[in-house]
């Protein structure tokens, strides 16, 4: 098993370079099946989930492969069944984004219950609802599988979320883009990781109007076209960790490669409580100060605080002298890091979908563990603030989410290192 080994106290200073969205590739590539063709897809971040992705694509006979750093080439035309059923599948979250794809490339889909971070339950019921509502029926067999099938194929509808749900936006949309007739979803999520996929589906001649709004409309069209080269938006959950890395260290970080408009509730948040926030055509730059307000945070969908940077936001208003919340609207069990922010020291007290920070904290290094991606990446911020040396472990949750953390992160003066457990770095 590897560790991180963080000794804290260095103030962070330089410029990161900011990778591929990982929410956006891990629609993109199921995407590729709804292609009988070839297409490329740049800027796709080198992490776990990317690579666990691979593994299910080849295991039902689509071609996978980075043809050089950062660009995947993509082969649906030999894709030979509608069943993914390995264990991989149920690696990751993302992986439910198969049933829209087989579903819209063979009108039926069987793929295992989905596995993912474990902070509450992650239901898929409007996923469900759109797809009936487009003329699926589906049953769950043996081995906790979902089987999806159609009679003819899928039908537009017009379907309107109870929840605004990324997910089931995403999967409702590429069931649609083949089917007979228009579909409609109301209520739909606005990330900018759904505008992204909308983008790449358009390039291969699909028909998709409003994304970025809450009404999206999709014109099905006969298929999709290979032979398109499409690049990925840089991940804001990544910057953004990074632009909260420098408050932390009261460093001062330059995060390259980004779209500010979708940083926009972060940096207004850090501008709030009292950091320098300078914003350039595709560059952030942000200088940590000593004196930190208070503030509150309630978690929403885009364009609202994003809930994946409430964890990390945690740790700079542990600077702030006296108290801030945060509310989690959207996942109910996202307080698991806080236990492991006890163990350096911090004083949080979390209750019901509430979280109360009393500052300032002393933290001091201490041996800690990941227990979900963004949570772990809250112990590597933390580590970066404590006195002394954190050790990290289930960092395997980390390395989803974050492409060369360790290059990063030494980049701009961090003591940061991994290690295997015999201890060898
Ligand atoms: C996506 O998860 C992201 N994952 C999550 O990021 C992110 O936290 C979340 O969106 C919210 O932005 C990926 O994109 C791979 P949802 P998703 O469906 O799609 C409820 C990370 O760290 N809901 O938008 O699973 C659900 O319980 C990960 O990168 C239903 O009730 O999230 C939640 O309360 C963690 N029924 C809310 O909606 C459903 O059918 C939002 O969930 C679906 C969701």
Not at 233 to 262: C, F, N, R, S
Not at 296 to 312: A, E, R
């Amino acid at each position: 098993m590897e560790k991180f080994v963080v000794k804290g106290g260095n103030k962070l200073n330089g410029t990161i370079d900011i990778s591929g969205s990982k929410n956006s590739a891990v629609a993109l590539i199921p995407a590729s099946i709804l292609i009988d063709g070839e297409c490329t897809i740049e800027n796709v971040p080198n992490i776990k989930d990317v690579v666990v992705l691979q593994n299910i694509l080849h295991q039902i006979g689509v071609e996978m492969e980075f043809t050089s750093p950062g660009a995947v080439r993509i082969d649906s035309r030999n894709i030979n069944t509608h069943i993914a059923d390995s264990e991989t599948v149920q690696e990751m979250r993302a992986s439910y984004y198969l049933m829209g794809a087989l579903l819209g490339r063979f009108g039926k889909a069987t793929i295992p219950f989905p596995g993912g971070c474990n902070f509450g339950s992650r239901p898929i019921d409007q996923h469900l609802k759109g797809f009936e509502a487009m003329g699926a029926k589906y049953e769950i067999i043996e081995d906790a599988m979902i089987e999806l099938t159609t009679d003819g194929g899928l039908v537009g509808a017009s379907i309107f979320l109870d929840v605004v749900s990324v997910g089931a936006t995403i999967n409702i949309m590429l069931a649609a883009v083949t089917a007979k007739g228009t579909t409609t979803i109301e209520n739909a999520a606005k990330e900018p990781h759904i505008v992204d996929l909308a983008n790449f589906l358009n390039a291969m001649g699909a028909n998709i109007t409003g994304t970025g709004t809450d009404v999206i409309k999709i014109k099905g069209v006969k298929k999709l076209t290979g032979g398109h080269t499409y690049s990925t938006i840089p991940d804001q959950i990544e910057a953004g960790t990074y632009m909260i890395a420098a408050a932390v260290t009261e460093g001062d970080i330059t995060v390259a490669k980004v779209i500010p408009k979708h940083m926009e509730s972060l940096s207004r948040k850090l501008m709030e409580m009292g950091m320098e926030v300078i914003e350039d055509e595709d560059s952030i730059r942000v200088i940590g100060k000593p004196l930190v307000k208070t503030t509150n945070i309630k978690t929403l969908p885009y364009p609202g605080f994003p809930t994946d940077l409430h964890p990390q936001m945690t740790v700079l208003m542990g600077k702030a002298k006296g108290t801030s919340r945060i509310r989690e609207e959207i996942w109910e069990e996202r307080f698991q890091y806080a236990d492991q922010l006890r163990k350096m020291g911090a004083n949080i007290m979390t209750e019901a979908k509430m979280a109360f920070i009393q500052g300032p904290w002393k933290l001091l290094g201490a041996p800690v563990k990941a227990t979900d991606l963004r949570a772990g990446i809250t112990m590597v911020l933390a580590g970066l603030m404590a006195g002394g040396t954190t050790t990290i472990s289930n960092i395997e949750y980390i390395d989803r989410g974050y492409e060369d953390l360790i290059g990063k992160l030494t980049g701009v003066g961090a003591n940061i290192k991994r290690i295997s457990t015999n201890g060898k770095s």
